[in-house]
């Protein structure tokens, strides 16, 4: 297993991962994304947009606000049921996520016991954390975060959207009326969603403020099976394209009373983060659900085989964006042995690598021919590149290693003469002379 704290450290000296609000002494499990690191999420992003919406069939983008109107969270089921049980240790003010604690110290399953039932277990044992025995009661909180949208500052209570989902099922009869989609077809979107989660941690794996990649599959009743493998497949091929081992993460079929409450079949993809196993994302068949309870009435249309009117099924993946950079990086991050010294090499596959390629000059004295191809470079839209000079030719290598880019190229005296660079590959190391004018050429047929 990798070192998590290794993986931390090294995220916010290369300018990944920082912590929020850091110069004010921080906030709690909160974190910004450096230079590095918005080039990386965005590439996820646009991987998964590009792989999800724009290569597969009838599927379409959307992008919905974050504040709804508050009977979207009263009708979805969200207000009654978005919660989970929490106790306090009266003593020493720790919160636990009461399933989780009985989980990991009686080794039960939580989700057929009551509350009381929750209570009286976790009674019989003392606090971890002070070892005094003075608990709270089980009770539930809700992880919609409300706030006050009046002028006032007097009611009208709305709440940040704790998923995405629910703003493409509320615009379902604009979408069908302003681009006449035939079934199956798909929406998704990328965009934040917010939880008051009773323990966040682990890092970006479980924060209170998030981005999700939600897509909701729209097909007919009978079409939900066939639908719900289809996406097993496309997961699969998505998640290796990210570069995610298959030993590395596993498929679990959700037991019945674990159920959201939305949900008929759900299948947790969880991934063998450095801190131990986590979910990484959830396929779900949502079913009817949504779509039957919005506005009063069914949110329907034609079937186009049968010329029934029908409430089509959902099937919706969804995905953390923070889960999945945090899998992808400590896939990535490797460490080698090269003639006796080490090398950190972040491994990331070239679409989502933060630079494409650096750019540097053999020695000072070729600062502005380097400097000149460069710009060059930068007009033939590789994708972000960068322009390196401090430091020995090999400390340059090493630091674009530990970074992930793909390619250095190298502008020496002998490129005066034959307008040739060099082209070093971060992965096997090895060398290739190229003329200037094929570079882009080089570079995306090298790509992998
Ligand atoms: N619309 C369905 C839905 O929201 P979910 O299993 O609650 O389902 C989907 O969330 C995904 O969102 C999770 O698999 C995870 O990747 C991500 N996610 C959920 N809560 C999160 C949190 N607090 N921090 C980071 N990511 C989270």
Redesign the pocket.
């Given at each position: 297993m990798k070192d998590n704290k290794e993986i931390i450290s090294f995220l916010k000296v290369k300018g990944f991962v920082f912590p929020g609000s850091e110069i004010y002494g921080g906030l709690a499990n909160s974190w910004d994304y450096g230079p590095l690191g918005a080039l990386l999420k965005d590439n996820i992003k646009n991987l998964w947009k590009s792989f999800f919406i724009d290569q597969q069939p009838n599927t379409f983008h959307f992008d919905s606000s974050i504040m709804l109107n508050k009977k979207v969270w009263e009708v979805s089921g969200h207000l009654a049921k978005f919660v989970d049980p929490m106790i306090d240790c009266k003593e020493c003010k720790i919160r636990y996520r009461a399933d989780f604690f009985i989980e990991e110290h009686f080794e039960k399953n939580p989700d057929s016991m009551s509350f009381e039932e929750m209570s009286e277990l976790i009674h019989s044992m003392d606090c971890p954390s002070c070892k005094k025995n003075n608990w709270t009661d089980v009770r539930i909180f809700n992880l919609m975060f409300k706030f006050d949208n009046s002028k006032l500052g007097e009611g009208d209570e709305i709440y940040l959207r704790p998923?995405t989902?629910q703003g493409i099922f509320i615009n379902f009869l604009n979408i069908i009326n302003s681009i006449n989609p035939k079934l199956p077809f798909g929406i998704g979107q990328v965009g934040k969603a917010f939880?008051n989660?009773v323990t966040?941690g682990n890092f970006i794996?479980?924060?209170?403020e998030?981005e999700?990649l939600?897509l909701e599959y729209f097909t007919t009743k009978n079409g939900e099976e066939v639908a719900f493998d289809h996406y097993i497949g496309l997961i699969d091929i998505f998640l290796e394209k990210v570069g995610l081992s298959k030993n590395n993460f596993r498929k679990q079929d959700i037991a019945k009373e674990s159920l959201?409450h939305y949900s008929s079949r759900t299948i947790d993809y969880e991934y063998n983060f450095p801190f131990g196993w986590g979910?990484?994302?959830?396929l779900?068949n949502r079913r009817q659900f949504d779509l039957s309870i919005h506005s009063g009435s069914k949110l329907g249309m034609r079937d186009s085989q049968t010329n029934e009117f029908i409430v089509p099924s959902v099937i919706?993946t969804?995905?953390?964006v923070?889960?999945l950079f945090y899998a992808i990086i400590s896939e990535a991050y490797t460490k080698e042995d090269v003639d006796g010294e080490e090398r950190i090499v972040l491994k990331l596959p070239f679409k989502i690598a933060p630079y494409k390629a650096a750019v540097t000059p053999l020695t000072n004295k070729l600062d502005n021919e380097a400097q000149t191809l460069f710009n060059e470079l930068l007009e033939q839209e590789i994708g972000p590149i960068t322009y390196v000079t401090s430091g020995s030719i090999g400390k340059r290598y090493r630091k674009q290693d530990a970074i992930g880019t793909p390619f250095v190229i190298t502008y020496d005296f002998d490129a005066l003469e034959d307008n040739s660079v060099t082209i070093r590959h971060r992965d096997t190391m090895k060398q290739a002379r190229v003329l200037i004018k094929d570079i882009k050429t080089y570079i995306l047929n090298n790509a992998k």
């Open positions: 998923e989902a939880r989660e966040p794996f479980r924060t209170k998030f999700q939600e959201a979910e990484l994302l959830g779900a919706e969804s995905f953390g923070e889960r």
